[in-house]
């Protein structure tokens, strides 16, 4: 497989996933600068894992269930067909055209059948189909998803092919988890409903994703603090509800991402819990 690193200027780096050197937990990892031919004020927004289809014929079947589904921090969304960035181009090749002032954030792989679930800052969100949003070329710049209040922006953007359920978690490490049917479908374009209820406690919205139930999340605080928990551990709450704690932080930590992972026996787990406590005595010992 290979790897394509999309970058806030709307450019996309393919390589070999074999070139991201493997490191522990807590290493450092390499500068992304050794990696792909990127300029100081460009940053990695999205990466996306990929077959290496570059080498055998794209046929019909594999390019009608192959999407690349990106949307910018102002809310334009653009959906293209895999096959085009099959040619791969030393130093990058244009993924979409940007407006000024705008960004590229999130890109998802999609089958063509998804639903788009976005979400602002503030709380707002928009379900709608991707088949709303018309296959362009790679050098297209896209349409409007939803429309955002003044100062307000997409902070993430969740697929739903399965009718699964949306679990949106705040700055201040507040979640909820919601039906995806609470989020009325609607065109692509418009204002969209309240996805979170969002107040001083809380925070703004942070991410958003679909979830089936029986995976575990993992949230990463801006203190490099991971904690897991179990999908159905976390309560159902409304759409417009503030939703319940998940992760206790301190003042000037705020949660940067989420991600799924795969479900862990008990076993594993507290494997891997005593594992962390004998290195954090560790690192305090011979601190």
């Given at each position: ?12 780096h393919?390589?070999k996933a074999y ?8 290493a450092?990892?390499s500068n ?5 031919e ?5 940053k990695i ?10 080498n055998?014929?794209?046929d019909e ?18 959906r293209?067909?895999?096959s085009?960035?099959?040619i791969?181009?030393?130093?990058g090749?244009?993924?979409?055209s940007?407006d000024e002032?705008?960004e590229?954030m999130?890109?998802k792989?999609t089958d063509?059948s998804c ?18 949003v ?7 710049r ?6 955002l ?8 953007v969740a ?5 699964s359920?949306v ?15 609470d ?6 374009g418009?204002?969209?409903v ?12 942070k991410?958003?994703m679909?979830?089936n139930g029986?995976e ?8 490099g603090?991971i ?9 159902v ?8 704690r ?9 949660i940067i991402?989420?991600?799924?992972a ?5 076993e594993?787990?507290?494997e ?8 954090e005595?560790t ?5």
């Amino acid at each position: 497989s290979f790897l394509m690193l999309f970058t806030d200027t709307g450019r996309v780096h393919q390589i070999k996933a074999y070139r991201v050197p493997e490191a522990g937990r807590t290493a450092k990892g390499s500068n992304i600068v050794n990696i792909i031919e990127v300029t100081p004020e460009e940053k990695i927004t999205a990466m996306i894992s990929v077959p290496d289809y570059s080498n055998i014929a794209v046929d019909e079947e594999y390019d009608d269930k192959n999407y690349l589904v990106m949307v910018t921090q102002r809310g334009v969304v653009k959906r293209t067909r895999l096959s085009e960035f099959a040619i791969k181009r030393k130093g990058g090749k244009i993924a979409l055209s940007l407006d000024e002032g705008d960004e590229l954030m999130f890109v998802k792989c999609t089958d063509g059948s998804c639903d788009l679930v976005l979400a602002s800052h503030d709380g707002s969100a928009i379900r709608f189909s991707e088949e709303n949003v018309r296959c362009m070329g790679r050098n297209a710049r896209g349409v409007r998803g939803i429309k955002l209040n003044e100062g307000d922006y997409l902070v993430d953007v969740a697929c739903d092919s399965d009718g699964s359920q949306v679990l949106t978690v705040t700055d201040n490490g507040y979640g909820k988890i919601t039906p995806t049917e609470d989020y009325t479908e609607h065109h692509r374009g418009s204002t969209g409903v309240t996805g979170h209820a969002v107040t001083d406690k809380t925070g703004p919205v942070k991410a958003i994703m679909c979830v089936n139930g029986d995976e575990d999340v993992m949230m990463i605080a801006s203190n490099g603090v991971i904690i897991r928990t179990g999908v159905e551990a976390i309560r159902v709450c409304g759409r417009a509800s503030q939703g319940v704690r998940l992760m206790r932080l301190s003042d000037d930590v705020k949660i940067i991402s989420i991600t799924r992972a795969l479900k862990e026996d008990e076993e594993d787990v507290s494997e891997i819990a005593e594992t962390a406590e004998n290195t954090e005595a560790t690192e305090t010992a011979e601190e």
